[in-house]
T-cell receptor
Framework: SQTIHQWPATLVQPVGSPLSLECTVE??????LYWYRQAAGRGLQLLFY??????ISSEVPQNLSASRPQDRQFILSSKKLLLSDSGFYLC????????????FGPGTRLTVT | GNSVTQMEGPVTLSEEAFLTINCTYT??????LFWYVQYPGEGLQLLLK?????DKGSNKGFEATYRKETTSFHLEKGSVQVSDSAVYFC?????????FGTGTSLTVIP
């Protein structure tokens, strides 16, 4: 069966520091991968999605970036965090042959101080 | 463009009450529709889905019917339990991308 992992689970970082969040998927090949952010009391905002290694689409211009160095690895990064980057970050994967479903990881709670 | 509008929360119900959470959508083409549930501190879990008009998705006592004529996908449950307390998200998919509503927080009190 397929599983999706995210780490770290929680993170507290000062303003201006770098960020690296990692997401990996097991049990499937060539998944579509997604990064979402959920700000406190708000809905999900799609940040990036990827349909293959090195292929990244950005939905919202901001100081975040994403990379997909391996088929089942998706990384969210920032060179300098802002207070507004605080939130709950969710990674998700989808089967490109069954695009009507997405499966979410447990999330990373990021607090920028 | 594509978008999802959910009823605003929070919603507070007594145990065994009837639940309705409204969801309407705007989409080009023929989207698939979903309800996801998020329990406190966790990621989202797929609750139910419908892939074409007039389909009814159901799971764990929850139901939603894909109504193309009213562009709606309202979530219902006949008798809620305390364990149903969570945030519920309506979503649509038109290909590789999902579009989520803002979520509706439900609290069920004993």
């Amino acid at each position: 069966s397929q599983t999706i992992h995210q780490w770290p689970a929680t993170l507290v970082q000062p303003v201006g520091s770098p960020l690296s969040l990692e997401c990996t998927v097991e049990g499937t090949s060539n998944p579509n991968l997604y990064w979402y952010r959920q700000a406190a009391g708000r809905g999900l905002q799609l940040l990036f999605y990827s349909v293959g290694i090195g292929q990244i689409s950005s939905e919202v211009p901001q100081n975040l970036s994403a990379s997909r160095p391996q088929d089942r690895q998706f990384i969210l990064s920032s060179k300098k965090l802002l207070l507004s980057d605080s939130g709950f970050y969710l990674c998700a994967w989808g089967d490109p042959h069954k695009t009507y479903e997405q499966y979410f990881g447990p999330g990373t709670r990021l607090t920028v101080t | 463009g594509n978008s999802v509008t959910q009823m605003e929360g929070p919603v507070t119900l007594s145990e065994e009450a009837f639940l309705t959470i409204n969801c309407t959508y705007t989409a080009t083409g023929y989207p698939s529709l979903f309800w996801y549930v998020q329990y406190p501190g966790e990621g989202l879990q797929l609750l139910l889905k419908a892939t074409k008009a007039d389909d009814k998705g159901s799971n764990k006592g929850f139901e939603a019917t894909y109504r193309k004529e009213t562009t709606s996908f309202h979530l219902e449950k006949g008798s809620v339990q305390v364990s149903d307390s969570a945030v519920y998200f309506c979503a649509l998919n038109t290909g590789n991308q999902f579009y989520f509503g803002t979520g509706t927080s439900l609290t069920v009190i004993p």
